[in-house]
């Protein structure tokens, strides 16, 4: 039996692999977390790039040239796309997963390779879209080469993101009915999170659709990658016209949220300055009253008090009328 000490460095010799695909035969697969054969027609392997024995696992067993192994190793920054020989590597970015929740707000990079006979993906952290994938290959889909792999990737990465957008949609939409028909205010961290979410959904989008041109454009790709990069591409433009349009909407609803409050804020102002303005007179009569002077009005009478609280209430009606009569006071 292999002892302890061999089979660390059997491991270390494997790398950190999430799970790995392959096919032998048409229609045979294995999806596991051990690393396949070399010698098989096909594999898929998704690994943990938060783990050394990947990094040395790309480094001397992949057979990548340093270009692409330049891709590999890059972490979440702006996407690229490295192409050498038979062979290419691009990131492209998604949202990260917790334990807890399906999805996070923060954004996480993909990065892929694939050449011939291989494709690798890897993550420093759980992504959205790589356990979308893995739900989609436990279905038993029949992926023959690397270029049916990587289509499936990025049409499950694709459509993720489309079901991100039409959910902004309809949530700003809620939000504008709950608005305009029930006069219910949404949640002002609400709008500045799907404000948030527009603008991550916009930038990977952007740059998804770069590397599918630079994929498309590409002289020494074969015409099936080019041809699913072409296919892909329209997607890509409705997609981002939606996040566009749902910007768009966000920005009206903020507009029409601003004008609510500017006009509540008016009211508001209103009311004071008319309240100010009915007040001063009675003010001004209590203080009159107030004086601790000689000769006041009603100063010796039992009725003083009720004569001059009459005084202070006709003054505020008059106030009144004269405010109706110069048009300051709106009739509702």
Not at 65 to 84: D, I, K, N, S
Not at 125 to 154: F, H, M, W, Y
Not at 165 to 184: C, K, S, Y
Request: charged share 20%.
């Amino acid at each position: 039996m292999m002892d302890e000490s061999e089979a660390l460095r059997e491991s270390v010799q494997h790398p950190a692999a999430i799970w790995c695909y392959s096919q032998a035969d048409q229609g045979v697969y294995q999806l596991d977390h051990r690393e396949p054969p070399a010698d098989l027609p096909f594999r898929w392997l998704h690994l943990n790039m938060a783990d050394q024995r990947s990094l040395r696992w790309l480094d001397t067993q992949s057979g990548a040239p340093p270009r692409l192994l330049a891709v590999m190793h890059g972490r979440e920054g702006a996407p690229r796309f490295e192409m050498v020989g038979d062979a290419l590597a691009f990131t492209i970015h998604d949202f990260e997963r917790d334990f807890e929740l399906n999805t996070t707000n923060r954004v996480g990079a993909l990065h892929v390779m694939m050449r011939p006979g291989l494709l690798i993906t890897g993550r420093i952290r759980p992504l959205r879209g790589a356990d979308l994938v893995r739900a989609q290959l436990e279905q038993g889909p029949d992926i023959q080469d690397a270029t049916q792999a990587l289509s499936l990737l990025l049409d499950t990465h694709i459509d993720g993101l489309a079901g991100l957008v039409a959910d902004l949609g309809t949530q700003l939409l809620e939000a504008e009915t709950e608005l305009m028909e029930h006069d219910h205010m949404p949640d002002s961290r609400e709008l500045m999170g799907a404000r948030r979410l527009s603008a991550q959904l916009h930038r990977m989008t952007v740059g998804l659709r770069a590397t599918m041109q630079r994929m498309e454009r590409e002289p020494r790709l074969p015409e099936s990658v080019c041809l699913m990069a072409r296919n892909l591409l329209p997607r890509l433009v409705d997609m981002d016209t939606d996040i566009v349009a749902a910007q768009h909407h966000l920005r009206q609803l903020r507009d029409e949220l601003d004008l609510q409050a500017a006009q509540r804020t008016n009211e508001n102002v209103y009311l004071l300055s008319v309240l100010t303005a009915l007040m001063m007179p009675a003010t001004l009569v209590t203080g009159f009253f107030g004086m601790n002077t000689g000769g006041l009005p009603f100063a010796q009478g039992a009725s003083g008090t009720f004569m001059a609280t009459l005084v202070a209430l006709l003054a505020g009606a008059l106030t009144w009328w004269l405010l109706r009569i110069m048009g300051l006071v709106r009739r509702k």
